[in-house]
Each structure stands twice: as structure tokens, then as C-alpha cells.
């Protein structure tokens, strides 16, 4: 078996209204999604997505002709455009997709096979005052959700306190609740600075007694020594790692005991890498529950690799009913990726179970690259 060709479809769905992001200072008017498709000599095809792989399409040509199923090697292939270019990872995605149709398996089982579900946590995106986190956090609570995340402007001090509080005083003890500050990184061109761990311990302690679960990116990625000092305070779960790009860095994060809950997305830093790290991390006592924020191909790649190695005990689902919904952020699949009764089911298709609607693919397409033996083409 040898790969024959690779098709990239870069998509834009156009969003209006737009949606504002609390981590991004410009109001998105467009949602990107890519489809890449891996196919073989035999006609077997695997489907990956979840990142853009700009920067990636001159190297596409390195695994025309290579076995997909010696995922080893293909992966250090990846490794290599991953220090040279862009993000290769929806590449290794459409890979497992691949392998997973050869053996006639779920990914989630060639992973490990540990659970086929994991408890979703509504992940809400928009930054709202008191009143109105509050109306949408007891409208994800009463669509059976078991636990949440809110987006809180960490600047503001006395604010995010508040408004945790009011969260929690009008939900009760029945919700679990994670509070996600945002200070790991910023968009391109966003040159605001972190708090500092002064700050970032007063708002752990106040969100300790509220018995949030996890405070997630508190400060700077590269603050280790900072991060390292707050988890060790102990007063509340610190989370972080979701653009942390390689595996050494990832490697680091365990070694050093930085986070109490690891969150490396596999769509950004691999999948295979990822189930290492994630069965060190679980190892140590730690808990593994990556980031999913791109699209549903994204979703369904982390699931499987959260399920397949025991993750959780919960995993991120990207909602916000004012402005980021599944239909939204699953354009591109027949269906979107849906929470039943609070909870994510892998299932037992072939592969990672990816139902692409080529309709909306040709709707919203804006350039097509083809990469074979002859080459690599591009269509607009």
C-alpha cells in the first residue's frame, strides 16, 4: 500500500453575525476549516482536518509514495515540516483515519480502547458581564451538560471574581466549573501581557472556594517557573498546553510538573506524540483532557485519542449559543459532532468516523491543492 495522492480543500464559511472571541481582539466574519485527504494506490482514502496546514503544501510531496500504515516513519517525516513550516498535523489525522479503515477499527481502539465516551464540558468562547454569564451558563446547565467552562477577563480582577461567584451561587454544586483566562497566548498582533503570578494566585484562591475544577492558562506559556509555583500551591487545578507545539516541550511540562491537567491538542501537535505524553501524564496522577477548539474533524481526532488512552474525566466541546454553535463549527460535516445526555460516544466505525458533506465543501471552498507524483497543483 503506497499513498498515491493528496488533496487539500481549504474552506470559509462566512459568519454573520460574526463571532467575538474573548481571546481575539478582531470579531471573526469567517469560520476556516481544511479537508485533507489521503488516498492510496488501492483506492482506500483517510480524512483529516482540524488546522489550516498553511506553510505545508510544498512538503506534501515527502509522503507521496510512502506506506501509510508505518505510522512511525511518517510521523517523523511530519516532525520535520512541523520545524520548517506550518502546523503538519491534519495530515497525521487523515493517516489514522486511513488506519483505522485498513484494520477495520475505530481509532479510539487502536489507542488503547480504554472507554467509548467521555462527560462533554460546554465550552463557551464569548466574554459576557455577570448577568449574562449567568443566563447562559444555566441554559448549558439545563441542556444537560455536567460541567462548563467560562472565558473570564482576567485584567480585571474584581470582575472575574464576581462574576465566577455569581455563576456559582446561581447554578449550585451540581455543575462542574472550569474558568479559562487566556494569558498562555495571543492572536498575531496582539501584544497585551500577561498577569502576573500575584494576580494569578489571587484569583486561584477565590476560585478555589467556589470549588471551580481547573484554572486554565493563568500566565504566560513560557512562565514555567510561574506555573510551576501555582500548581504547587495546591489551592486549584492549573491547566494549560493547548498550543504547545512539539513533543519535547510537551515532554517538559510533565517532567517539570507544570499543569495538573495536560491539554495538548492533537490537531496542532500530533496524535501519535500525543498519546505519549498523555499516558505519562496519567501515569503521574495527572489528568489528561486536551483542547478542541478548531472544528469537528478536530473534535473527533482528539476523542478518540482522549478516549482510547482513559482520558478526561472530561473533554472540551467548542459552544457558544451566541455565536460558535455545531452547525457552525461543523460546516463541512454532514452532521455535526453532538453531546447525548452530557456525554461524547466514540462509536464503533472504521477510522475516526468523518462524514464530510461535499456540498458544503464545493459551497465554501477557496483554493484546492492537489499533491502527487507529478507534483503539487493548485486550484482557486
Not at 286 to 307: E, M, Q, S
Not at 347 to 376: F, Y
Request: one cysteine or more; hydrophobic letters at 45%; proline letters at 6%.
Amino acid at each position: 500500500m503506497r499513498i498515491v495522492r493528496i488533496t487539500v480543500d481549504r474552506c470559509e464559511l462566512p459568519l454573520d453575525p460574526p463571532f467575538v472571541a474573548s481571546w481575539d481582539p478582531v470579531p471573526r466574519t469567517v469560520a476556516p476549516a481544511t479537508v485533507v485527504r489521503v488516498e492510496t494506490d488501492d483506492g482506500a482514502i483517510g480524512v483529516g482536518g482540524g488546522d489550516t496546514l498553511h506553510g505545508v503544501e510544498s512538503y506534501l510531496p515527502l509522503l507521496i509514495g510512502a506506506d501509510p500504515r508505518r505510522i512511525e516513519a511518517q510521523v517523523r517525516v511530519l516532525e520535520t515540516i512541523d520545524l520548517l513550516a506550518g502546523r503538519p498535523w491534519p495530515l497525521e489525522v487523515a493517516l489514522w483515519d486511513l488506519m483505522g479503515q485498513v484494520y477495520g477499527q475505530p481509532v479510539w481502539h487502536l489507542f488503547g480502547g480504554v472507554s467509548d465516551r467521555l462527560a462533554a464540558y460546554a465550552s463557551l468562547g464569548a466574554r459576557r458581564d455577570a448577568e449574562a454569564m449567568v443566563e447562559t451558563v444555566c441554559a448549558v446547565h439545563d441542556d444537560g451538560f455536567a460541567a462548563c467552562k467560562l472565558r473570564l477577563d482576567a485584567h480585571r480582577l474584581d470582575n472575574t471574581i464576581a462574576t465566577a461567584q455569581a455563576v456559582r451561587a446561581a447554578v449550585g454544586p451540581g455543575l462542574a466549573l472550569m474558568v479559562d483566562l487566556n494569558q498562555a497566548w495571543r492572536m498575531a498582533g496582539d501584544t497585551t501581557s500577561s498577569i502576573d503570578v500575584a494576580v494569578a494566585r489571587r484569583i486561584a484562591d477565590a476560585l478555589a472556594e467556589l470549588d471551580v475544577t481547573w484554572l486554565e492558562e493563568p500566565l504566560a506559556a513560557g512562565d514555567h517557573t510561574g506555573l510551576a509555583a501555582l500548581r504547587a500551591a495546591g489551592s486549584v487545578r492549573i491547566a494549560g498546553g493547548e498550543l504547545t507545539r512539539t513533543f519535547d516541550e510537551l515532554l517538559d511540562a510533565v517532567v517539570t510538573d507544570r499543569y495538573d491537567v495536560h491539554q495538548p491538542d492533537v490537531v496542532l501537535s500530533g496524535m501519535w506524540r500525543g498519546r505519549t505524553i498523555a499516558e505519562l501524564a496519567l501515569r503521574r496522577g495527572r489528568w489528561y483532557t486536551p483542547h478542541t477548539w478548531t472544528d469537528g474533524i478536530g473534535l473527533l481526532a482528539n476523542l478518540h485519542v482522549c478516549a482510547g488512552v482513559g482520558g478526561g474525566p472530561y473533554l472540551e466541546y467548542p459552544y457558544d449559543p451566541d455565536g460558535w454553535t455545531p452547525n457552525r463549527r461543523d460546516f463541512l460535516l454532514r452532521a455535526p459532532v453532538e453531546v447525548t445526555d452530557g456525554l461524547l460516544v466514540v462509536g464503533e466505525q472504521p477510522g475516526l468516523g468523518i462524514a464530510i458533506d461535499e456540498d458544503a465543501v464545493t459551497r465554501t471552498r477557496i483554493e484546492r491543492i492537489v499533491a502527487s507524483g507529478r507534483g503539487v497543483e493548485r486550484r482557486s
